[in-house]
C-alpha cells in the first residue's frame, strides 16, 4: 500500500533520452535477467510507470536541489545509492529537502553514522536518528556468521578475505585510476585491494573492535562474492558440530533471513545469483583444526545485499513481518 511504496528517483540528466535507457535498463539485467512486469517511459512528468505504478523521475546535481513536496512526497524515506556524501554533514543536505525524513546510506558511514546491519544490531538503532548506515554488502555477509560463532564459540582473533566480483569503480580496461591496481581491467585480471569490511564489523560487534583483519581480491565475474573467515575462537569445536549450529542458526533463528547454508558439494557462485540472504554458508568449504576454524561465505553482492537493505528500510517504516522457522 501507500506506507511502502516506490514514489520517485533522483538521477542527473545525461541525455535526452535518459527515460527510454532507463526503463531499457530495468526491463534486462545482465546478471539477473529479464524484469517480469512491464515498464514504460512518461516525459509529461517524467516517469517511469513499473506494473501500473508510477514512479517520478527528478533530475538534480544535488541533494538539497529538490523539493520532494512538490511531487506530492511527504516524509519520505530516501535510499541514497551513490556513496558520494558518507558523513553526517554531506549526507544531512538531504534533510534539507523538503518532504525527507530520514536517509538510508548503502555504504558504509563514517563518523558517527549508525552502520545497521538488519538482523544483528537493527534494534539498537535510535528511533530518532535520521541518517542511517546500511553498512556494506561484505558487512552484511559476514556480521551475522560472525555474531553466530562469537555467541557459541568465542571469537578471540580472526582475518577475512573477500574474494569480491568487479564493481563499477573499476576500469574494464587499463587507464589511470587514484587507487592502486583498480586501474588494471577488472574483466582480466585478479586485483588485490582494501576493504572496510573487518573495521566495519567493529559498529555492529563494538566487542570484536581490533581483533579483525581484512583484505580483498577483485575477481573477474559480474556478481556474487565469497568472504572466507579464519578465526582462532575460545572454545575448541569439531567440523560437524560447527556446521550444525550454524544450520541451526540458518534455518530456525532471528538470522534465518540474514545466513543461508548449504551442504551441495558442486555449489559455484552463479548458484547463487538472485539469493536473499546476507550470506550463504557453504558447509562443505568448512575447515577447523582446534580452536582454528575456516569459513567459506557467499553473497549476493548486489540482490543479497539490496535485500538487506530493504529489510532496514521496513524496520523505519514500521512494516517488518514476523518470521517463523
Known sequence: GDKYRLRAIVVRKQADDDLERRANLLRRDSVHGPFRGIVRAH???PSLEIN??????????APDSVDYTAWGIHDALLIDNTGVWRDRPKMGAHLRARGVDKVI????????????????NHLTLD?????????????NAIVPVLKAVDDAYGVRQGHIETVHAYTNDQNLID?????????RSAALNLVITETGAASAVAKALPHLAGRLTGSAIRVPVPNVSLAILKLNVEKPVSRDDLNAWLREIASASPLQAQIGWTANADTVSSDLVGDTHGGVVDAEATQVLGDQIVLYVWYDNEYGYSCQVMRVLEHLAGLTRPLFP
Open 175 to 183: 587507464n589511470y585510476h587514484k587507487k592502486a591496481r583498480r586501474g
Open 43 to 45: 516525459h509529461d512528468p
Open 52 to 61: 501500473g505504478q508510477t514512479v517520478h523521475v527528478i533530475q538534480a546535481d
Open 105 to 120: 546510506l548503502t555504504a558504509p558511514g563514517k563518523g558517527d553514522i549508525p552502520n545497521i546491519v538488519y538482523g544483528v
Open 127 to 139: 528511533p530518532a536518528e535520521r541518517l542511517i548506515s546500511a553498512a556494506s554488502c561484505t558487512t
